[in-house]
Structure formats: C-alpha cells, structure tokens
C-alpha cells in the first residue's frame, strides 16, 4: 500500500540561506503551517479460525440399533465448537500522546513527508510501503446432505408407520451393500464394462447407501467461522483474558462467563538497555529537540494460550513499550538529502541513506 506524500515547500529548496528543518509538539490550535504526524502504537490482530459442528439425530434413531446394528447412537441433537488456529499480526495505529509537527518556515529546506492514511509517519524524502496486514480467510459453509426420501423405494414411502418405514429403509441399505460387494467381486448381474463406470456405480450405490443411513445415525454438519479480535496492548502482562471460547456458543466477549478464557501474554525481551543519566548526553540531545522523532521500539514475546494448548506465539517489536528518540535536524538541511522510511507499525527506523546534497 502506498503512503500519501505531502510536498512540503519543494520550492524553498532553491532558497540560498538555510535554516534547519524545525519539528515540534503539536498543539491543536496553536500548531500553524506544518505537517502533523503521529508516532504509532503497536496493535495486534487476531484472526480465529473456529470449527462448528451441528448434529442432528436421524427420524429413525431409535431404530438403529434393532435395525441396523448401530450402538450408541445419540438420541440429542448437539452443537460443538472447536479453535483450530488462531494466528496474529502487528498493525499499527496513531498514538495521539505523540503527535509532532515538521513547521514550514521561510528560509527552511521543508522535506517530503509521507504518511500513512491514518497520518502515521512513514518516509521522509523517499517512497515508504506501508505494511499490509494479512488477508482474513473465509468461513466454510457445511456441504448438503443428500435427500433421503429421494432414495425411497415406492414400497416404503407408502408404509404406514415410521417403525415399518424404517424396518423397509434397513432392508434396502443391507441390499445396497450386497448389490457393491457383488461389483466389486464381479459377479453383478450387470457388470460396468470398464473401471470408469464401475467407478460410477459404486460412487451412486455408496450415495444412496449414505442417504438412507443418515436416517439411522443423524447428520453432522461441519463449517468453520472466522472471528478477528484487534487489541492494543496498554501494558505487559502474563495473562489478559482476550477473549472466552464456549464449546457450545464458539467465541463470546471476554466477560461472558459461559466460555472458558483465552489469554495474551506480552513479556518484553530487554532488548533495549536502560537509560542512564548522562549531562553530556542529555546537552546533545536537548540540540536535536527540532528534529525527527521516532520509535526504537521494544522486542516483545507475545503468545496466545489458554490453560491446554498454545495457540501461536512469536517475538514482535512493539512501540508502547520502547522509546522515542530523534533524529538530528542537521540530516535535513540544505547539504544532505537524508531518506528514511518507517515501520508503519511500530514507528521504528526501516531505512536511512545519508546523501550529501549536490551544490
């Protein structure tokens, strides 16, 4: 995806005096002719893949057993939810504490900004691609069961009670299953002529043969459903309920007590070292307050869980919990032509080429 890009007063490029390009805090009605930027916050997006299971018992049920011989058939109908795969990806998103303003100044080399759609800084002086989140799968509906009553001999449709319906309905599974053991030994009546229609006959016998059972053991209809789940984590944790899975109702709100939980875990990998009290340090840094800021993010192990099964995990630089630092406003004046771009979802650095400006 391409960032928007702001030409910022290219024309004052050819201006002799320079003055350095001036970043600052902005403050709404205050903040006058400048380009206004976010810093993001790291968010997370997570996409639930859910298995749904429907069963319906079979008008002939309680004959399957006599019948058929089939023990242990279920008499209650039932709906059975199960996660197959939950996977998550960082996006990120403005944070509002951290909106600054590159001021457009007479006498100032202004340079090309570009930004996202939601006004996160992504490049400066260059193209910058903006990180795309996956694509969401989508949900499977359940296939069709065939019709039973299209398999029905005219015999049984015209039986008069459901007990002698279901006692022909056995009678023609047991001659379906004689008629493909006949095919397959070849000693049908009526042999295919080749293994292509031999192929068909017995894809047609085992149809009917499922049609007619499902009146026995009931139908199970299987579609999968996909739920995504955004969060914006505030601070580290072990364990926030993210959201809760009920076996019977699928994914509910995280307050919803008829679902067990499953949690997020965000642990930071200190990847960043801890800051110092340095006076010369901090007289350096109080000479660069007009130029670039930007993120160093912190690494962060994040994994989603609940108390049986890790679903997925993984190490993602999040903005929230690194640091905001700046880039020298020397880096744009009129001797260099500094390109950077951005990682539009955690603010950090992706690329900076250093040019020295022609005269």
Not at 296 to 308: I, K, L
Not at 327 to 332: A, E
Request: hydrophobic fraction near 35%; glycine fraction near 6%; aromatic fraction near 8%.
């Amino acid at each position: 995806m391409k960032a928007r890009t702001l030409l910022c007063g290219l024309a004052l490029y050819a201006i002799g005096t320079t003055a350095q390009t001036e970043v600052n805090p902005y403050i709404p009605g205050a903040t006058v002719e400048g380009v206004t930027y976010y810093l993001p916050r790291t968010a997370l997006r997570l996409v639930v893949v859910a298995e749904k299971q429907v069963y319906t018992p079979g008008d002939f049920n309680k004959y399957a057993d006599r019948y058929l011989r089939l023990s242990n058939v279920n008499p209650e109908p039932y709906t059975r939810w199960t996660i197959k795969s939950i996977e998550m990806a960082p996006y990120g998103v403005p944070d509002m504490q951290k909106a600054y303003s590159i001021v457009l100044k007479k006498r100032t080399v202004a340079p090309l900004v570009g930004l996202t759609r939601d006004g996160i800084l992504l490049s400066i002086n260059t193209e910058g691609e903006e990180e795309a989140l996956p694509p969401v799968p989508k949900g499977t509906d359940a296939p069709k069961h065939p019709n039973p009553r299209n398999y029905m001999s005219q015999e049984i449709l015209s039986a008069g009670s459901n007990a002698k319906i279901a006692e022909l309905t056995a009678e023609e599974i047991y001659d379906l299953r004689e008629s493909r053991d006949a095919l397959i030994k070849g000693e049908a009546d009526n042999m295919p002529k080749d293994g292509a229609q031999l192929k068909i006959m017995l894809d047609q016998l085992a149809l009917q043969e499922q049609a007619l059972s499902q009146l026995f053991k009931g139908t199970i209809d299987t579609s999968t459903e996909v739920f995504t789940i955004d969060v914006t984590p505030e601070e580290l944790t072990d364990r926030m309920v993210l959201f809760r899975f009920s076996r019977k109702l699928g994914v509910v709100d995280n307050d919803d007590l008829s679902g067990s939980p499953v949690y997020l875990s965000l642990k930071s990998m200190n990847t960043l070292p801890q800051p110092v009290e340095d006076e010369k340090a901090a007289k350096k840094k109080s000479k660069m307050e007009e130029g670039v800021y930007y993120n160093v993010p912190e690494r962060v192990a994040v994994s989603v869980f609940d108390t049986s099964k890790e679903y997925c995990k993984g190490e993602i630089p999040m903005a929230q919990f690194g640091n905001v630092e700046v880039l020298s406003d020397i880096l744009f004046d009129k001797k260099t032509t500094t390109q950077v771009t951005f990682y539009s979802s955690n603010g950090g650095i992706k690329q900076l080429t250093d040019n020295a400006a022609e005269e």
